[in-house]
């Protein structure tokens, strides 16, 4: 019978429980943890969309933060608000009720975070999981000032860990250029595999769509940064060449975008079908005929992997993470718009059996969610391992 573990681990995410990558993340590793005998808590901003798990504490969100990003137009529950200062009491009884062994950081903000204040006041391990190039997203939204500010808190923060588990080496390679001189271990983030998927008759009623006409999916959120407007003047060329739809799955600014859509002569063609449930949509790209994407900033492409798994065949938009998540012959990589619509066009004309077989085997041997637990959890308990030996070496002395 395998050992348990004793290990209890107190997580912080600003993007928990909203949909989207790091959620999956976080909560792949901790289910998988869990069934190592790890016990896990996490605190994250109230979105006012309940407690994802028991263990889950949403606590006041960043009042600042939060109205900023009403100013820019996107709605609270579509991207990660920060913590209120306020919330830092609350944390404080939650580490004493709760005496963690390591602290895990899961976002990195321009904002200050209790958490982190927290977590820096200890002696006890601390790890960080460094999901997202923050450089791009901060030029995005701030420009080079936004860029540079998201570097220097990277380089920071991340130089008080203890351990960084970064999704590629890309990432591993960003944050050693900013400075950080922490282990850096590239992990990976598991995939679940759909064990089985709706029939095209049943995902063409559920949206209305023609049996005859093709689904072009996307699954990810409605924003500036998943350069959706790319995918908008590619299948302004598709549905002209073949009928079709484009499911768009996910929150986000969905009206600023529904009137791009129009604008561009696609909105009678697009679906924007907002939020589905996870265990849905992980049903729904086997009944599809091409997954596309063409985010610039993504570091995990989990949706990419998830639509592989599927045997349903991708397209996307060459990116940092291409040759890590979608290598030779397992997708269709395009370097521009004119490429990204041919491929488009290519798969939904042919046969694609070949590389959607390659695909699956390719997810499934790299992707597995036990060997990312297993990762993680080496990691974890070695820090919890050196920090007992650490404090009875200076008992010893004492």
């Given at each position: 019978m395998e050992n348990k573990s004793k290990i209890k681990i107190l997580a912080c995410s600003l993007e928990y429980p909203l949909p989207n990558g790091v959620t999956i993340?976080?909560?792949?590793?901790?289910?998988?943890?869990?069934?190592?005998?790890v016990r896990t808590?996490?605190?994250?901003?109230?979105?006012?969309?309940?407690?994802?798990?028991?263990?889950?504490?949403?606590?006041?969100?960043?009042?600042?933060?939060?109205?900023?990003?009403?100013?820019?137009?996107?709605?609270?529950?579509?991207?990660?608000?920060?913590?209120?200062?306020l919330a830092y009491p609350k944390i404080k009884e939650i580490?004493?009720?709760?005496?963690?062994?390591?602290?895990?950081?899961?976002?990195i903000a321009w904002?200050?975070?209790?958490?982190?204040?927290?977590?820096?006041?200890?002696?006890?391990?601390?790890v960080i999981t460094y999901h997202t190039l923050l450089e791009d997203y901060g030029k995005i939204?701030?420009?080079?000032?936004?860029?540079?500010?998201?570097?220097?808190?990277?380089?920071?923060?991340?130089?008080?860990?203890?351990?960084?588990?970064?999704?590629n080496k890309i990432i591993k390679d960003k944050l050693h250029s900013y400075g950080v001189l922490k282990p850096i271990y590239v992990i990976p983030t598991g995939i679940s595999f759909a064990k089985k998927s709706f029939s095209r008759d049943e995902i063409r009623s559920r949206f209305k769509i023609p049996q005859k006409t093709k689904i072009i999916l996307y699954v990810g959120r409605v924003s500036k940064e998943k350069n959706i407007e790319f995918l908008f003047d590619a299948f302004r060329e598709i549905q002209d060449?073949?009928?079709?739809?484009?499911?768009?799955?996910?929150?986000?600014?969905?009206?600023?975008?529904?009137?791009?859509?129009?604008?561009?002569?696609?909105?009678?063609?697009?679906?924007?079908?907002?939020?589905?449930a996870k265990k849905d949509i992980e049903m729904i790209y086997g009944a599809c005929d091409v997954f596309v994407f063409s985010s610039q900033t993504e570091t995990q492409g989990l949706v990419i992997g998830e639509a592989m798994a599927?045997?349903?065949?991708?397209v996307t938009l060459n990116s940092h993470i291409s040759k890590d998540v979608c290598p030779n012959g397992t997708a269709v990589v395009a370097n521009n718009k004119k490429e990204f619509v041919r491929g488009v066009l290519d798969v939904l004309n042919n046969d694609n059996s070949v590389m959607t077989n390659e695909a699956k085997n390719f997810v499934y041997k790299n992707f597995s969610k036990e060997k990312m637990a297993e990762e993680q959890f080496k990691i974890f308990n070695n820090l919890f391992l050196q920090y007992l030996n650490k404090n009875d070496n200076i008992k010893k002395y004492d």
């Open positions: 993340s976080l909560n792949t590793s901790i289910t998988e943890l869990k069934r190592k005998g808590a996490i605190i994250s901003p109230d979105y006012n969309l309940g407690k994802l798990r028991r263990d889950h504490y949403p606590l006041q969100p960043s009042f600042l933060v939060k109205n900023i990003g009403m100013i820019a137009g996107r709605k609270a529950n579509t991207f990660g608000i920060g913590l209120s200062l580490v004493k009720k709760f005496n963690p062994d390591i602290y895990w950081l899961n976002t904002t200050i975070n209790p958490f982190e204040i927290a977590m820096l006041e200890t002696e006890k391990p601390k939204y701030a420009g080079e000032a936004g860029a540079i500010a998201m570097k220097f808190k990277s380089e920071l923060i991340c130089n008080k860990a203890d351990a960084i588990i970064v999704p060449e073949i009928d079709s739809k484009l499911l768009i799955i996910g929150m986000g600014d969905i009206e600023q975008y529904s009137e791009k859509a129009k604008d561009k002569g696609i909105f009678k063609n697009t679906i924007f079908a907002g939020e589905v599927s045997g349903l065949p991708v």
